[in-house]
Each structure stands twice: as structure tokens, then as C-alpha cells.
């Protein structure tokens, strides 16, 4: 299956070289970029391995070969209690979909999760072990769906969902329901403010102590460690951030994590934003971007 998955692949390719169309020839636009002028911060070995890719390939976030290796038709049931449909993890559990998604949709999303969280994507949240224990409390800062805590909810003490889209967070109450009695989903932002609509994580853990804070939100994790100044400096907890939103993000984050005594390390391969691709232009440096996907930063006193 793999094999036909890859063949197919590379026929879209050649299709799309044929008519020459707009993904094909930015395509064309980021091989020159790697063959003149790569970023100093890709080793020859990594570059070697996009540019491999994108010969037979069309671009895209992911251009490694495990990109193309999930296969697997996702199978959607629809809950007849509550008119969602949901679909079963790798870990056994209901997984629901927000309301309104149309199937295609729903196997886009859940297929792209899959190549997301591959253990060799820079998307993988657990490119690195993590401590977890029936002693870890988990913040999802930006879940979305759920899946990070859904994989772990078994093995913790409690899980603090941070989402404010009304139809995630309704489909969030439907995945976890089995675990209630851990599971505190909260309807605000997070970042370095208190109102009616947002809240630092300062102020909401004023009591509680995480042990795992996992940022994915859009661009606005800045705000989100501005908020979380004393949790960071007490190095409670164990930090999972996105670093791919904006440009220089991961090089900002290690640092400040660095200078707070946190050790850290970065996943593996890159993430490329193109601004006339994504749209993202007013947050990159060059039109040709490629960034690290996570960091994660451990207190020092923990390792």
C-alpha cells in the first residue's frame, strides 16, 4: 500500500510539472532557494534530504519522505446519543470530530494529525521521551481536538484543556467524558492578561501546579510565556512549545528558557512556510521559510 501511495504521489507530481501549475513551480522556486542560497542553519545532510524529495514530490509543510507513508482510510461512526462523529485512536479511545466537518474533511484532518505527530515529523510533540506518571498534570494550552492529552489520559493525574472554538469544545466534552472526574476543559485565551476572555496561566495556576505545559497556539506563544513568568521561574514544570508560527521564534524561546535554567532540546527536520503558499508573509523574514517545529525545555534541577 505504501508503495502505490508513493507511486501516486509522484504521478500528482509529474501531472502538476506538466501544467506547470502554482505549487509545482514554487516547488521549482524552493529548490533553487536550497541549491544557491540554503539557510546556514540546514546542515548539507538535511538539505540534501528536502531537495531528494522535492524532485519527485510536491512541496508542502512536511518534505521528508515520511509524509507520504500514512496510508490508512480512517473510519468515522457517528454517535446516535449526540450526533458527533468520532473515530478510534491508537490508544483505543473515542476521538470526537467538531460538529459540521464533512467526512472528506474530517479524513483530511485526521490523516494530517497522523503525519503530524509521526515520530520522525518536527511536529512530533513526543520526538523525546516525557516524564509522564500517574503524578503529571498536563496544561493543553490550544487542544483543539485533544489528541495529546487523549494519548496520555490513562496515565496522569488530571488534564487542563485550554480551548475557546464552541465546537471543539464540544467535542472535547464528548472524547472525554470517560475521565470527567480529571478532565477540566476552560473556555478562555491564554495569554499576559486577566480579563473576561483571558487569563495567564499564572493567575489560573496560582494554586495547582502543572508538571507539563504543552503551547500550541497559532503564533501567540509569546504571549503565553509572558503570562507564565513565575511557573517558569519555579521550574514546576516541563515545557512543550511550537516554535514554527513565526520566524526566529525557536532561537527566541531557547533562549529565554535557557536563561530561566531550563535545558532544551529541538525535534527533528523542518517545517517550511513559503508567504505566497501559507499567507503567513507578515510573519517571516525571507518568502522561503524553514523553521524547527518544537522545543522542549526541561527544569535543570529535573534532568
Not at 532557494?33 to 546542515?43: E, K, N, R, V, W
Not at 519522505?65 to 468515522?76: G, Q
Not at 516541563?238 to 516554535?243: A, E, F, G, I, Y
Request: aromatic share 12%.
Amino acid at each position: 500500500m505504501k508503495i502505490i501511495h508513493s507511486l501516486q504521489s509522484r504521478l500528482d507530481y509529474y501531472c502538476h510539472k506538466i501544467a506547470k501549475t502554482h505549487k509545482y513551480l514554487l516547488g521549482q522556486k524552493v529548490l533553487a532557494f536550497l541549491q544557491t542560497s540554503p539557510p546556514d542553519y540546514i546542515s548539507k545532510e538535511e538539505k540534501d534530504i528536502i531537495i531528494e524529495f522535492l524532485k519527485h514530490h510536491l512541496i508542502g509543510v512536511f518534505n521528508y519522505p515520511f509524509a507520504k507513508e500514512y496510508t490508512k482510510k480512517i473510519k468515522f461512526t457517528k454517535d446516535r446519543k449526540n450526533g458527533l462523529y468520532y473515530m478510534i485512536t491508537k490508544e483505543g479511545h473515542r476521538m470526537y470530530m467538531k460538529r459540521g466537518l464533512s467526512k472528506r474533511r474530517m479524513q483530511k484532518t485526521c490523516a494530517f494529525l497522523e503525519v503530524e505527530q509521526h515520530q520522525q515529523s518536527p511536529h512530533n510533540y513526543c520526538f523525546e521521551p516525557l516524564a509522564i506518571s500517574s503524578d503529571t498534570v498536563i496544561a493543553d494550552i490550544g487542544s483543539a481536538e485533544g489528541n495529546f492529552g487523549l494519548k496520555f489520559i490513562d496515565k496522569i493525574k488530571k488534564l487542563y484543556l485550554f480551548e475557546v472554538e464552541p465546537e471543539w469544545i464540544e467535542a472535547l466534552e464528548a472524547t472525554f467524558e470517560p475521565w470527567k472526574d480529571k478532565v477540566v476543559i476552560v473556555n478562555r485565551f491564554v495569554g499576559n492578561k486577566d480579563d473576561a476572555q483571558t487569563v495567564k496561566l499564572d493567575t489560573f495556576f496560582n494554586t495547582i501546579k502543572p508538571t507539563l505545559l504543552k503551547i500550541d497556539v497559532e503564533g501567540a506563544e509569546k504571549d503565553v510565556f509572558a503570562g507564565a513568568e513565575r511557573l517558569i521561574r519555579d521550574g514546576i514544570a516541563d515545557v512543550l512549545c511550537c516554535t514554527y508560527h513565526r520566524h526566529g521564534d525557536d532561537v527566541a524561546f531557547t533562549k529565554y528558557m535557557e536563561d530561566k535554567n531550563y535545558k532544551v532540546t529541538h525535534s527533528q527536520k523542518f517545517m517550511l512556510h513559503i508567504s505566497e503558499y501559507s499567507g503567513w508573509g507578515t510573519r517571516m523574514k525571507s518568502p522561503i521559510d524553514f523553521r524547527r517545529g518544537l522545543i522542549h525545555a526541561t527544569p535543570k534541577e529535573h534532568t
